[in-house]
């Protein structure tokens, strides 16, 4: 059974969460604060967090670091907070995903679902995505129908691609493909993603594959 930890000082947040996944099998465990949080998450070991930023003695960000300083447990962000620096920084922090309150409960279990299938080995990570019309073999860096793609192509899709249903960060996506001093170069950002629809989505204006989650960064959604 997948234990989940979940973080909120609202209590009525705490119950229906609690009510909901109890009611579709996960263990769950609640923390009302940010140093709860942690000692919880130390002793339990779930397999998943859910963390609200805005706590009374920590900040939510300030929880991400200090989980990341020994677990890669995926953590999930529900929060009031809208603006884009705020999920930026939590993203940057080591959250896996970021959903804004109010919510919809069937949004945040298929964001669940997401992370949760990307917990497993190495071994299972997928050796092909489909794209469109296009089968993606990652292993021999091969794309089906004679697409070819450039090595900056190849690595910013297979980022992606490895981590399906998964918010990479722009800052994440810059560091890996292009290195820290470039950082700041959004624009490389919209043009390699711009190449990369137009070879692979059958609508390069409407993606439904290749997503831009706008001041945030991209997804692969299979």
Same mark, same amino acid.
């Given at each position: 059974?997948? +234990?989940?930890?979940?973080?909120?000082? @609202? #209590?009525?947040?705490? *119950?229906?969460?609690?009510?909901?996944?109890?009611?579709? &099998?996960?263990?769950?465990?609640?923390?009302?604060?940010?140093?709860?949080?942690?000692?919880?998450?130390?002793?339990? &070991?779930? $397999?998943?967090?859910?963390?609200?930023?805005?706590?009374?003695?920590? $900040?939510?960000?300030?929880?991400?670091?200090?989980?990341?300083?020994?677990?890669?447990?995926?953590?999930?962000?529900?929060?009031? +907070?809208?603006?884009?620096?705020?999920?930026?920084?939590?993203?940057?922090?080591?959250?896996?995903?970021?959903? =804004?309150?109010?919510?919809?409960?069937? %949004?945040?279990?298929?964001?669940?679902?997401?992370?949760?299938?990307?917990?497993?080995?190495?071994? $299972?990570? #997928?050796?092909?995505?489909?794209?469109? @019309?296009?089968?993606? $073999?990652?292993?021999?860096?091969?794309?089906?129908?004679?697409? *070819?793609?450039?090595?900056?192509?190849? &690595?910013?899709?297979?980022?992606?691609?490895?981590?399906?249903?998964?918010?990479?960060?722009?800052?994440?996506?810059?560091?890996?493909?292009?290195?820290?001093?470039?950082?700041?170069? =959004?624009?490389?950002?919209?043009?390699?993603?711009?190449?990369?629809?137009?070879?692979? @989505?059958?609508?390069?204006? &409407?993606?439904?594959?290749?997503? =831009? %989650?706008?001041?945030?960064?991209?997804?692969?959604? #299979?």
């Amino acid at each position: 059974m997948t +234990r989940v930890l979940v973080v909120d000082d @609202e #209590p009525q947040i705490l *119950r229906a969460l609690r009510i909901n996944l109890v009611a579709r &099998h996960y263990e769950v465990a609640v923390a009302p604060d940010g140093t709860a949080a942690l000692r919880q998450a130390a002793d339990w &070991h779930p $397999d998943l967090v859910i963390l609200d930023l805005g706590l009374p003695d920590l $900040d939510g960000v300030d929880v991400i670091q200090g989980l990341r300083g020994w677990t890669s447990v995926p953590i999930i962000v529900l929060s009031g +907070r809208t603006g884009s620096p705020d999920k930026v920084d939590a993203l940057d922090a080591g959250a896996d995903d970021y959903v =804004t309150k109010p919510f919809g409960i069937d %949004e945040l279990l298929a964001r669940i679902r997401a992370v949760t299938r990307r917990t497993g080995s190495a071994a $299972d990570e #997928p050796a092909t995505v489909r794209v469109g @019309e296009h089968v993606i $073999d990652l292993a021999t860096k091969t794309v089906s129908g004679g697409v *070819r793609l450039t090595p900056t192509e190849w &690595h910013f899709l297979e980022l992606l691609a490895r981590n399906p249903g998964k918010l990479i960060s722009q800052r994440q996506l810059l560091n890996e493909v292009w290195g820290s001093s470039y950082v700041k170069e =959004t624009h490389y950002l919209r043009q390699y993603m711009a190449q990369l629809r137009r070879k692979l @989505e059958r609508d390069p204006g &409407h993606p439904v594959h290749l997503l =831009t %989650e706008p001041g945030m960064g991209y997804r692969f959604q #299979p």
